[in-house]
């Protein structure tokens, strides 16, 4: 149980354009899912908390406008990356929390997004 | 701010060597310290959970300690294997997720 997916597995995309990274809890509902990026041989750094129903927030130096989260159901979040560019070239990972009051997160395979 | 440190940042050992891998933390208020395993290009696979009244966890080869005074953790391997290689990452549960930035072992056969 508690498995967590998200899609696609990788992606490859010109400057300029936009892409869309869904995060899904598949036997579980997730309350709070989380977004983090990881660049290469460096750890993974928190991008955003998202609460069901209500907007993310956002770690500080994270730009809202760029990086878009919508979380609409309990079982999927999405990341858009809006007119991305080679630095946004990353490893991005979600994790999905169950319930409210618990430390748990479950985290998906990551995404890794490489903007050309 | 909580900050994370791991040492060391690579390790390479021969199979069936005994191993200590290495994490502090500067803010000692915290819930739980987690390590994971990440092999290359993957997400993260939770090995070990130390609530913050705990002072050690076991699962198969792996223990972990956790001396909350000192801002300390280890996870000890025993009877590494090839298997084992992976980068090792360790997180701090506060309000949020602190990782370190991982040790990345090798096993050699």
């Known amino acids: 149980g508690a498995v967590v997916s998200q899609h696609p597995s990788w992606v490859i995309c010109k400057s300029g354009t936009s892409v869309k990274i869904e995060c899904r809890s598949l036997d579980f509902q997730a309350t709070t899912m989380f977004w983090y990026r990881q660049f290469p041989k460096q750890s993974l750094m928190l991008m955003a908390t998202?609460?069901?129903?209500?907007?993310?927030?956002?770690e500080q130096g994270v730009e809202k406008d760029k990086f878009l989260i919508n979380h609409a159901s309990l079982t999927l979040s999405t990341l858009t990356v809006t007119s991305a560019h080679p630095e946004d070239s990353s490893f991005y990972i979600c994790s999905a929390r169950p319930s409210p009051g618990t430390d748990t997160q479950y985290f998906g395979p990551g995404t890794r997004l490489t903007v050309l | 701010k909580q900050e994370v440190t791991q040492i060391p940042a690579a390790l390479s050992v021969p199979e069936g060597e005994n191993l200590v891998l290495n994490c502090s933390f500067t803010?000692?208020?915290?819930?739980?310290l987690q390590w994971f395993r990440q092999d290359p290009g993957k997400g993260l696979t939770s090995l070990l959970l130390i609530q913050s009244s705990q002072r050690e966890q076991t699962s198969g080869r792996l223990n972990a300690s956790l001396d909350k005074s000192s801002g300390r953790s280890t996870l000890y391997i025993a009877a590494s294997q090839p298997g084992d290689s992976a980068t090792y990452l360790c997180a701090t549960s506060g309000s949020r997720l602190t990782f370190g930035e991982g040790t990345q072992l090798t096993v050699n056969p």
């Open positions: 998202s609460n069901e129903g209500s907007k993310a927030t956002y």
């Open positions: 803010d000692s208020a915290i819930y739980n």
